[in-house]
T-cell receptor
Framework: SQTIHQWPATLVQPVGSPLSLECTVE??????LYWYRQAAGRGLQLLFY??????ISSEVPQNLSASRPQDRQFILSSKKLLLSDSGFYLC??????????FGSGTRLTVV | KQEVTQIPAALSVPEGENLVLNCSFT??????LQWFRQDPGKGLTSLLL?????REQTSGRLNASLDKSSGRSTLYIAASQPGDSATYLC?????????????FGQGTILTVHP
């Protein structure tokens, strides 16, 4: 069966520090991968998606970047965090007609 | 631009009631519609997935319907239990894109009290 792992679960980082969140998928190949952010009172917003290794598309301009170094690995990064980067970050995968599966999320607080 | 609206924003019911959550979307050109559950501080758990060619899906006490032409979906929960308390999110996947972007509603916060 397919599983998705996301870590860390919580993170408190100072303004200006770097960020790296990792997501891996098991039990499938060539999935579409996504990073979403859920900010308080603002719903879920798609940040990045990837349809293959090295292929990254951004939905909104921001202080973040994403990379896909391996088929089932998706990384969200920032060189310098802003207060506005705080939120709940969710990784997800999909393939074909089977809908989306989400990870357990990372709560990021920038102080 | 696809917009998804969920009504009501919050719902509080006594245990045992049957209830309906509503979802509407503005662009009927969808690939599928998915209902999720989110517990506080947790990720999203998929409840039901309805393909654009389907009318409904059922899983246990949950039944979701889809009327694509009118841009509506409902999630029916039978015999509600306190464990059903959570935020319920409706999301539609755009048709015609290779990556299937999901557009979410703002959610319905459900509280089932004993």
């Amino acid at each position: 069966s397919q599983t998705i792992h996301q870590w860390p679960a919580t993170l408190v980082q100072p303004v200006g520090s770097p960020l790296s969140l990792e997501c891996t998928v098991e039990g499938t190949s060539n999935p579409n991968l996504y990073w979403y952010r859920q900010a308080a009172g603002r719903g879920l917003q798609l940040l990045f998606y990837s349809v293959g290794i090295g292929q990254i598309s951004s939905e909104v301009p921001q202080n973040l970047s994403a990379s896909r170094p391996q088929d089932r690995q998706f990384i969200l990064s920032s060189k310098k965090l802003l207060l506005s980067d705080s939120g709940f970050y969710l990784c997800a995968w999909s393939r074909g007609v089977n809908g989306y599966t989400f990870g357990s999320g990372t709560r990021l607080t920038v102080v | 631009k696809q917009e998804v609206t969920q009504i009501p924003a919050a719902l509080s019911v006594p245990e045992g009631e049957n209830l309906v959550l509503n979802c509407s979307f503005t662009d009927s050109a969808i690939y599928n519609l998915q209902w999720f559950r989110q517990d506080p501080g947790k990720g999203l758990t998929s409840l039901l997935l309805i393909q654009s060619s389907q009318r409904e899906q059922t899983s246990g006490r949950l039944n979701a319907s889809l009327d694509k032409s009118s841009g509506r979906s409902t999630l029916y929960i039978a015999a509600s239990q306190p464990g059903d308390s959570a935020t319920y999110l409706c999301a539609v996947s755009d048709g015609g894109t290779s990556y299937g972007k999901l557009t979410f509603g703002q959610g319905t916060i459900l509280t089932v009290h004993p």
